[in-house]
């Protein structure tokens, strides 16, 4: 399990986006990549104004690496939730614990 999560965080498109695509900016005048990372939680949640919705919707419409990025973070969320409705097993418990402690001092 340990290797999994090792593998699952090294990968560049779980991190928090591919470098590239942070820097690009988008050729209109919308969003750039780096404010839609910003923004997906608060889109998701459906707490953004209007005018900021729609740009953010119109950047991900011209903009795959953002969309991959937006479906990652849903799906995320869906994998925490099914979860948190599994029992948690005291080994496998202990595992994840020391696998974080390990991770955060790397």
């Known amino acids: ?4 999560f ?4 090294r990968h560049p498109t779980h991190s928090t986006h591919n470098k590239n695509a942070i820097d ?5 005048q919308g969003l750039a ?15 953004l104004v209007s005018e900021l919705r729609a740009q953010l ?3 991900l419409e011209e903009c795959p690496g953002c969309m991959q990025y937006l479906e990652q973070v849903r799906l995320t969320i869906s994998m925490l939730r099914n ?9 496998t418990k202990a595992e994840l614990v020391q696998v974080f402690r390990q991770w955060k001092q790397d």
């Open 1 to 4: 399990m340990e290797n999994w």
């Open 6 to 9: 090792k593998r699952f965080f």
């Open 24 to 28: 690009k900016t988008n050729s209109t």
């Open 33 to 47: 990549c780096r404010e839609v990372v910003e923004l997906v939680s608060d889109y998701l949640e459906g707490v």
């Open 57 to 59: 919707e119109q950047h």
């Open 83 to 91: 979860l948190a409705l599994e029992p948690v097993f005291p080994a």
